[in-house]
């Protein structure tokens, strides 16, 4: 997730363990059997509000009521999330689809286990003169490096786009600002910011409301951890879910921690995000309304699977299946 207004804090990494105390010991009495099993987790990026369910079950003893003690990681520009997690430096990463199944293709036998977000949070941000996507035919789009293998593929057999209308996303909105005719690629929960306080009007369109199938904001383990410790796996999708539950309805706590992991993180940017997050129904939508946050269905992993080897980013055949696993969702209810 390219996110350029965050400044590298001074420590990569960091630490949030969760100890066993004595009185707290009696507290969690139904969990003290599990012995509080360490887990590592390695997020997508600087730490900020799209990560805030694991910040807060962390910051509000969730993790620890179900017998995790958990370290959050932070990820980063510089750091390969998925090799981290081959080499067994990270218990679980939040991850993409596009990321699991390619690295099936490549032998690494990854699996996801949870949805958060029922919707991709990428999207393109526009001047407020555009109605649609469709519009953008013929004008300048700034795509990363990144896009380039994942949406942009998408967004040119959707709408006719073609590479000569894209230019390089420079991490700077500077040249959106200065050119009417020119669109880019962002996240409603940062570019939109950052041009509401430059006072530049804008209209933001979410990929996943036009058809985009990935799910967003994904609990991703090796499919060895869903076998040697199944209970941990499902002690650890509850407990994030939980978490996330919790931050949607009072992030305080876990932006707290957020700010600890990343100093430049601004208040005013995690209220913005949260509220944006809320307004989106990223947790919620979907299928998740009916059967329970977390979900994931074989119809929208098909739809991922078909689109990218339509655009010639996987082989055909690659076993999709290997990619997801909904065991650990089952006792999961909607809310009420």
Do not use: C
Not at 114 to 133: I, N, P, R, Y
Not at 174 to 194: C, H, L, M, R, W
């Amino acid at each position: 997730m390219t996110k350029r207004y965050f400044a590298q804090p001074a420590s990569a990494f960091s630490r949030l363990a969760i100890g066993a105390g004595v009185a707290l010991a009696s507290a969690f009495a139904s969990v003290s059997s599990f012995a509080q099993d360490k887990v590592t987790f390695l997020t997508s990026w600087y730490a900020q509000a799209e990560h805030g369910g694991y910040y807060q079950a962390v910051a509000k003893g969730i993790y620890k009521k179900h017998g995790l003690d958990v370290t959050i990681k932070m990820g980063g520009p510089q750091v390969n999330a998925v090799q981290l997690l081959a080499a067994g430096q990270a218990d679980f990463m939040m991850g993409k689809d596009f990321q699991v199944l390619s690295g099936i293709e490549k032998g690494i036998p990854m699996v996801t286990v949870a949805a958060l977000f029922q919707k991709e949070g990428q999207g393109m941000v526009t001047h407020d003169d555009v109605k649609s996507l469709a519009d953008l035919k013929g004008k300048t789009i700034l795509v990363a490096t990144s896009g380039r293998s994942t949406w942009w593929p998408w967004l040119k057999s959707k709408y006719g786009f073609t590479d000569e209308q894209s230019r390089p996303y420079t991490s700077s909105m500077q040249p959106f600002f200065a050119d009417k005719n020119v669109a880019q690629q962002g996240y409603p929960t940062s570019e939109t910011f950052i041009a509401d306080k430059a006072g530049v009007k804008t209209k933001f369109f979410l990929f996943a409301d036009e058809g985009y199938p990935p799910y967003g904001n994904t609990i991703v383990t090796l499919t060895k951890m869903t076998k040697e410790k199944p209970d941990v796996v499902a002690r650890f999708v509850k407990a994030t879910i939980e978490g996330w539950q919790s931050y949607l309805a009072d992030p305080a706590a876990g932006n707290v921690l957020i700010k600890q992991d990343n100093p430049k993180m601004e208040d005013e940017l995690l209220t913005y995000a949260v509220r944006r997050m809320r307004e989106m129904n990223f947790f919620m939508s979907g299928d998740a309304a009916k059967y329970g946050p977390g979900v994931m269905t074989e119809a929208r992993w098909k739809a991922t699977f078909d689109f990218m080897v339509a655009t010639g980013q996987l082989g055909p055949n690659v076993d999709w299946k290997q990619g997801y696993t909904t065991a650990f969702l089952k006792d999961l209810k909607p809310m009420p």
